[in-house]
């Protein structure tokens, strides 16, 4: 099972980056999907999830601005984030759980995970 995050980068105030998680080993379409995010200094938040059958959840701080998504005949999960602002900078971390066993947007109850992909958003 390995998740493989991509896409972080550095950009400023407004833009948009999206980033990519590729899963092998696991088919993704019986996965609840998730991405968080840390900063330096604070404890790692749960920012967008999505679950099998389209539920999805979205920290107040990003709705509008990010959407998750998902192509399981990629298995690939997507986070887009547009409206980029300086407190969007974070390590961001893609992980899933089996569908059956999510129980909310938190990090304690995702089972695999990426390494972190980082996004800086600065002028």
């Known amino acids: 099972v390995q998740l493989q995050a991509s896409g972080g980068g550095s950009v400023q105030p407004g833009g948009s980056l999206r980033l990519s998680c590729a899963a092998s080993g696991f088919i993704l379409d019986y996965y609840a999907i998730g991405w968080f995010r840390q900063a330096p200094g604070k404890e790692r938040e749960g920012v967008a999830c999505?679950?099998?059958?389209?539920?999805?959840f979205y920290a107040d701080s990003v709705k509008g601005r990010f959407t998750v998504s998902r192509d399981n005949a990629r298995h690939t999960m997507y986070l887009h984030m547009k409206n980029l602002k300086p407190e969007d900078t974070a390590d961001y971390y893609c992980?899933?759980?089996?569908?059956?066993?999510?129980?909310?947007?938190?990090?304690?109850?995702?089972?695999?995970w990426g390494k972190g992909t980082l996004v800086t958003v600065s002028s």
């Open positions: 999505l679950t099998k059958d389209g539920s999805t």
């Open positions: 992980a899933t759980v089996g569908d059956y066993y999510y129980t909310g947007c938190l990090s304690s109850g995702m089972e695999h």
